[in-house]
C-alpha cells in the first residue's frame, strides 16, 4: 500500500512531495527543487540581514556627522531598533498565513523607509531643526519591519519541506548571521568609499527590491493563479524606479540640504575619510572685505574677519621663550604656522594632523593660502599625518621648546582623549627644560566647566599654568591656558608663565601687552569653580562639554 502527501506551498498553492510505502521510503522526487526553493528562502535571509544592518550602520554614521557624539547616537539605533524589532516579530504573526505575500509588501516597504531614511532625516535636520525625534521614528520604522521578515521567512521555510520549528530556527539563524557580517563589513570598506552614505543605502535599498521581486517570481509563480506576482513585479518596479530617482538626483539633493546649515554660500565642500570640510565665503554690502569661514564636521574653525585674534593670541605667549623647535598638534589650516613663521630664529616646525584633506586644502585652496600666507611651502615646516595621541607617546624626551595645542572642542571620546592627564603627560615629557605649551581651551563664559578642567589637568600632569581668554568675535569669549614645564626637572622650580609677547615677535594687531595684562584677568562668575581633572578612564570634560552651551 503506498501513499501520496500533498504538501502546503506558500500562500494556499500545494504539490505533491512524494511517495511513502510499507516496506520504506522512497525518494521524494521533488526534493532537489524544494533543495532549490529552500536555498533562494536562505538566500533572501542573508539579504535581508545584510540590509538590516547597513541601515542601523548608516543611522548611527549619520548621527555621528550632524551632531558628533557616536556614543549617543550608537546607543539610540541599536535600542528602539532592538525594541522595534520584537515589536516586528510579534506584529507578525497574524500575517503567518499567507507569508509570501506579506514578505514581498514588508521588502518594499522596507526598501522605502531604509532607503529613504537618510535624505529624509537630512531634512528634517537642515531645515526642521527635528533630527533626533525624526530619526527615532525611523529607527523604529525600520527596526519593525526587519523584525516582522525572520517569522515570515522562517514560514515560508517550513512550508517548502515541512521542516520543524528547532531546524528551521537553526538555519535562518545560522544564515542571518552571516549576512550580518557580510553588512557590517561591506559598509564601511565598500558602501561608505564608493558610492558614500546617501546613495550607498539607496544602493541596499535595492537588494530588498530584488530579494522581494525573486521570492515573489519563485515562490509565487507556482500556484494556479498569476495576478499577485504580477502585482508584486509591478510595485518592485515602481519602487525601484523611486529609489532610482533619489539616487540620480542625491548629489543635488545634498548639496542644497547642506547649504541651508551655513548661512554664506558654500565654495567648496567634501568628506574626507574623517570628516566632513566646508568653506563658505560672503561678502559684506558696502565693505571692502569678504568672510571665509572653514567648518569641520559642522564646527567653526576660522573666520577671516577676525581669526588674527585668535591665533596671535594662541602663538605668541607661548613664543616668548625659546623657540627653535615647535610642534604644532592641529592647525592644518596653517595660521598658526603662518604666527610662528614670523619669528626668523624659529629653525623646525613638526605639525601633526590627522586629517591630511585639510592640509592639503590649506596648500592648495587660494582663498586660505592667502590668510596663511603660503606657510606651507615654508622649508622649516615638516607635516606628519597622525593620530596626535599616539604619535605623542613614541616621541623622545626634551623635543621641543614650544608646543601649540589647537585641537578642535572635545565633544566626543575621540576627542575627550586628547584633554586627558594621559595626554597631557606624554606633551610634557615632549618639553625641553622650561618649555612652553599653549592649549586651546574654549569658552570660559559659554563653558566655564571645561574651560577650568584644561588647566586642572594640565596642572596634574606637572605644569605650571596662566589661563587667560579675549574676545573673539565670531566665536565669543574665547580662552587658552599657557603651561610650562618646570626647569631641571624640579616641579617645585616651575612658576606660573608670565603672558608676554617676545622681543622679536612680529608686528601683532591684537595682542599687545596691555591686551595679554588685560586677558588674565577673569570676572568673579567666571572663576574655577573647581571640579575633576579629566582623565582617558573618566573623561569629566566630554561631560562638562555636553552640559555647555546650554541656552545659547
Known amino acids: 500500500m503506498t501513499t501520496t502527501s500533498a504538501t502546503a506551498v506558500p500562500d494556499g498553492t500545494t504539490e505533491t512531495t512524494g511517495t511513502t510505502g510499507t516496506t520504506g521510503t522512497t525518494p521524494t522526487t521533488g526534493v532537489p527543487h524544494h533543495r532549490a526553493l529552500r536555498t533562494i528562502v536562505l538566500a533572501a535571509v542573508f539579504v535581508c540581514a545584510a540590509c538590516g544592518l547597513v541601515y542601523e550602520l548608516a543611522l548611527v554614521t549619520l548621527g555621528s556627522y550632524l551632531l558628533g557624539n557616536t556614543i549617543t547616537q550608537t546607543s539610540l539605533v541599536l535600542a528602539v531598533t532592538m525594541f522595534a524589532m520584537g515589536v516586528g516579530a510579534v506584529a507578525a504573526k497574524p500575517l503567518l498565513g499567507r507569508p509570501l505575500r506579506a514578505f514581498v509588501a514588508i521588502e518594499l516597504a522596507l526598501a522605502v523607509v531604509g532607503g529613504f531614511a537618510v535624505p529624509v532625516l537630512y531634512?528634517?535636520?537642515?531645515?526642521?531643526?527635528?533630527?533626533?525625534?525624526?530619526?527615532?521614528?525611523?529607527?523604529?520604522?525600520?527596526?519593525?519591519?526587519?523584525?516582522?521578515?525572520?517569522?515570515?521567512?522562517?514560514?515560508?521555510?517550513?512550508r517548502l519541506r515541512r521542516q520543524d520549528a528547532a531546524h528551521a530556527v537553526a538555519d535562518i539563524n545560522a544564515?542571518?548571521?552571516v549576512g550580518a557580517l557580510v553588512g557590517g563589513l561591506a559598509f564601511p570598506f565598500v558602501l561608505l568609499p564608493t558610492l558614500g552614505l546617501l546613495e550607498g543605502t539607496l544602493a541596499v535599498a535595492a537588494l530588498n527590491v530584488v530579494a522581494a521581486g525573486v521570492v515573489a517570481v519563485v515562490l509565487g509563480w507556482r500556484g494556479p493563479r498569476r495576478t499577485p506576482v504580477v502585482t508584486a513585479l509591478v510595485l518592485c518596479?515602481?519602487?525601484?524606479?523611486?529609489?532610482?530617482?533619489?539616487a540620480w538626483r542625491a548629489s543635488a539633493f545634498e548639496a542644497t540640504a547642506l547649504q541651508a546649515l551655513y548661512r554664506d554660500p558654500i565654495v567648496h565642500a567634501e568628506r574626507s575619510d574623517y570628516q566632513s570640510i566646508v568653506v563658505t565665503r560672503g561678502w559684506f554690502e558696502g565693505a571692502e572685505f569678504d568672510d571665509v569661514r572653514l567648518y569641520l564636521d559642522g564646527d567653526l574653525q576660522f573666520s577671516s574677519?577676525?581669526?588674527?585674534?585668535?591665533?596671535?593670541?594662541?602663538?605668541?605667549?607661548?613664543?616668548?621663550?625659546?623657540?627653535?623647535?615647535?610642534?604644532?598638534?592641529?592647525?592644518g589650516d596653517g595660521l598658526a604656522l603662518r604666527e610662528i613663521l614670523g619669528y626668523d630664529d624659529v629653525e623646525e616646525v613638526t605639525l601633526v594632523d590627522l586629517d591630511p584633506a585639510v592640509v592639503d586644502l590649506a596648500r592648495s585652496y587660494e582663498p586660505i593660502r592667502a590668510l596663511n600666507e603660503d606657510a606651507w611651502d615654508d622649508p622649516?615646516?615638516?607635516?606628519?599625518?597622525?593620530?596626535?595621541?599616539?604619535?605623542?607617546?613614541?616621541?623622545?624626551?626634551?623635543?621641543?621648546?614650544?608646543?601649540?595645542?589647537?585641537?578642535p572642542d572635545p565633544d566626543s571620546p575621540a576627542l575627550a582623549k586628547l584633554y586627558s592627564q594621559e595626554h597631557y603627560t606624554a606633551l610634557a615629557g615632549l618639553l625641553a627644560d622650561g618649555g612652553r605649551m599653549v592649549v586651546q581651551s574654549g569658552s570660559p563664559f559659554f563653558a566655564p566647566d571645561a574651560f577650568w578642567c584644561v588647566r586642572r589637568t594640565l596642572e596634574a600632569a606637572g605644569l605650571a599654568t596662566t589661563p587667560y581668554h579675549a574676545d573673539v568675535p565670531s566665536f565669543g569669549d574665547w580662552g587658552w591656558v599657557l603651561a610650562q614645564a618646570p626647569a631641571g626637572g624640579d616641579p617645585t622650580a616651575a612658576d606660573a608663565p608670565a603672558l608676554t609677547v617676545a622681543p622679536d615677535a612680529p608686528a601683532l594687531r591684537f595682542a599687545s601687552p596691555a591686551m595679554l595684562a588685560a586677558a588674565a584677568v577673569f570676572p568673579p562668575d567666571r572663576d574655577d569653580p573647581g571640579g575633576a581633572v579629566s582623565t582617558l578612564l573618566d573623561?569629566?570634560?566630554?561631560?562638562?562639554s555636553e552640559h555647555a552651551w546650554v541656552g545659547y
Request: proline share 5%; hydrophobic share 55%; glycine share 8%.
Open 123 to 158: 531634512a528634517a535636520f537642515a531645515w526642521l531643526s527635528v533630527y533626533t525625534p525624526a530619526m527615532v521614528v525611523v529607527t523604529f520604522a525600520i527596526g519593525l519591519l526587519v523584525g516582522a521578515e525572520i517569522p515570515l521567512l522562517m514560514a515560508l521555510l517550513q
Open 175 to 177: 544564515v542571518d548571521y
Open 237 to 246: 518596479l515602481v519602487t525601484g524606479l523611486g529609489l532610482g530617482l533619489m
Open 305 to 331: 574677519v577676525d581669526e588674527y585674534r585668535y591665533h596671535e593670541m594662541l602663538v605668541h605667549p607661548a613664543m616668548a621663550g625659546e623657540h627653535a623647535r615647535v610642534l604644532v598638534l592641529g592647525g
Open 380 to 407: 622649516r615646516v615638516e607635516y606628519v599625518a597622525a593620530d596626535a595621541f599616539g604619535w605623542a607617546r613614541e616621541q623622545p624626551v626634551d623635543s621641543y621648546d614650544v608646543i601649540v595645542v589647537d585641537y
Open 539 to 544: 573623561p569629566a570634560i566630554l561631560t562638562y
